[in-house]
């Protein structure tokens, strides 16, 4: 089942079972990123872009209670189903509050499709108590660029040059985030960009990571069109992406630390 959800103005459709199966590593990534985290027992923690809720469950495991958000009805229906002891909720990452203040808000593989960086920073901020922390991962400057690059030059060559021009992601440098940080209440306690180049699931692997997370730039394509435009991809990332018979996307991760003051 496909669930249209509404971020920022873009319109995105997920496929929570493939999403699951296919690229699962998004959440595999996000387990160490939990010991940075550090959870205590009693401690009540935001889980930001909660996605289906398999990082929410393992904080949970550790004795915290979580409450998981995110923008996606389809995701979040699936956390419920997957989770039915954690508190899930429908709402933005740019746009949310909570009545009691939270221990930490953790928030992997998100942020970088929150385009109001900005509103995203200032809620996390209110949500925190004095002290509180915030942990998150997601995409920093230069993430796949070589998949995004090839996917603009083939919209460019079929004269979908608007398409390719409009902003899908956030992808900062280490010290343009630390700096929004700094000025909007927080004292950034750590903070590293770094390359992860990640395996894909299978054969289709680039494919497949276009029809998932690059489907804005795809969605209003004629089909034809679409699977002409994924080949060309294929094709032109193939001497960089694909090694040893395996496909990887070319992820580079911003990973933070931060303190409310």
């Known amino acids: 089942m496909l669930q249209t959800i509404i971020e920022n103005g873009l319109s995105m459709k997920w496929d929570t079972k493939l999403y699951d199966s296919n690229h699962g590593f998004v959440s595999k990534y996000g387990a160490d990123l939990i010991d940075l985290l550090d959870p205590k027992e009693g401690e009540l923690i935001l889980d930001l872009g909660a996605g289906t809720g398999d990082l929410a469950g393992l904080i949970s495991q550790q004795g915290a209670k979580v409450i998981g958000l995110d923008n996606s009805m389809e995701m979040v ?13 429908h709402k933005h990452a740019h746009d949310f509050s909570y009545d009691r203040p939270f221990d930490a808000v953790f928030s992997n593989a998100t942020l970088h499709w929150v385009l109001d960086y900005e509103k995203a920073i200032a809620c996390i901020c209110n949500a925190l108590k004095p ?15 070589c998949i995004i690059n090839a996917l603009k030059d083939a919209l460019c060559r079929r004269g979908y040059s608007e398409t390719a021009d409009q902003r899908v992601w956030y992808f900062p440098s280490l010290s343009e985030y630390t700096s929004l940080l700094e000025q909007n209440g927080f004292r950034v306690v750590f903070a590293a960009h770094f390359d992860r180049e990640t395996q894909l699931a299978d054969d289709n692997g680039i494919k497949n990571w276009l029809q998932m997370f690059g489907q804005y730039y795809l969605q209003n394509l004629p089909r034809e069109t679409i ?20 496909w990887y996307a070319d992820y580079v991760r911003l990973r933070i630390a931060a303190v409310k003051e």
């Open 77 to 89: 229906q699936s956390a419920r189903e997957k989770y039915p002891h954690i508190r899930f909720d």
């Open 131 to 145: 002290k509180g922390r915030f942990v998150a991962e997601f995409g920093g400057k230069g993430n796949v660029s």
């Open 227 to 246: 699977q002409d435009i994924v080949n060309d991809v294929e094709e032109q990332v193939r001497e960089t992406n694909f090694k040893n018979g395996q």
